[in-house]
T-cell receptor
Framework: QQNVQQSPESLIVPEGARTSLNCTFS?????YFWWYRQHSGKAPKALM?????GEKEEGRFTIHLNKASLHFSLHIRDSQPSDSALYLC??????????FGAGTRLKVIA | EAAVTQSPRNKVAVTGGKVTLSCNQT?????MYWYRQDTGHGLRLIHY???????EKGDIPDGYKASRPSQENFSLILELATPSQTSVYFC?????????????FGPGTRLLVL
């Protein structure tokens, strides 16, 4: 049974800071990885995905994946108050079942 | 962007009653999912479907049934609602290939079972 853990549970950073969010998974057969963002009272929305080891950058967001370490992360450069949200990581082992972490609640203060 | 709608948005039900949550998507996605979201648990998969007429069990299917009568519609049915099913329910759809599909979520249904 896949176990997906996120850290930290919550985070407060000043505007302009670099923010790092972490996700670990237990199943070494995991193949596909996502970060979703959920603003308060809203639906989760996909931010980025990565399917092979390494790094991927899109604007202020960078995702790192290290399958051997069972770890992937999301880094936000120049964090903005609008980035304040619940961040969810998701892992798929190659079937229809996606497993989500419990989330990291980020607050960016101006 | 994919459009996924859910109804009702809020629902109060009594213990032992039947509850049906509906989901509609207009982007012709084959894959659809039902999740519940509870504090400390993130999103947990209840049922999913890979096309009209198909339903499959997710990680927490007990107490729930699903129905996919068409490409666009996917319902979640609680035959005998219990207070432990009080939660926020999200429907999602995804484009292929199935294992790599980004999921598009509806706005959620807040269910309170008294």
């Amino acid at each position: 049974q896949q176990n997906v853990q996120q850290s930290p549970e919550s985070l407060i950073v000043p505007e302009g800071a670099r923010t790092s969010l972490n996700c670990t998974f237990s199943d070494s057969a995991s193949q596909y990885f996502w970060w979703y963002r959920q603003h308060s009272g809203k639906a989760p929305k996909a931010l980025m995905s990565i399917f092979s080891n390494g790094e991927k950058e899109e604007g202020r967001f960078t995702i790192h994946l290290n399958k051997a370490s069972l770890h992937f992360s999301l880094h936000i450069r120049d964090s903005q108050p609008s980035d304040s949200a619940l961040y969810l990581c998701a892992v798929n082992t190659g079937n229809y079942k996606y497993v989500f972490g419990a989330g990291t609640r980020l607050k960016v203060i101006a | 962007e994919a459009a996924v709608t859910q109804s009702p948005r809020n629902k109060v039900a009594v213990t032992g009653g039947k509850v049906t949550l509906s989901c509609n998507q207009t982007n012709n996605h084959n894959n659809m999912y039902w999740y519940r979201q509870d504090t400390g648990h993130g999103l947990r998969l209840i049922h999913y479907s890979y096309g009209a007429g198909s339903t499959e069990k997710g990680d927490i299917p007990d107490g729930y049934k699903a129905s996919r009568p068409s490409q666009e519609n996917f319902s979640l049915i609680l035959e005998l609602a219990t207070p432990s099913q009080t939660s926020v329910y999200f429907c999602a759809s995804g484009d292929e290939p199935i294992n790599q599909d980004t999921q598009y979520f509806g706005p959620g249904t807040r269910l309170l079972v008294l």
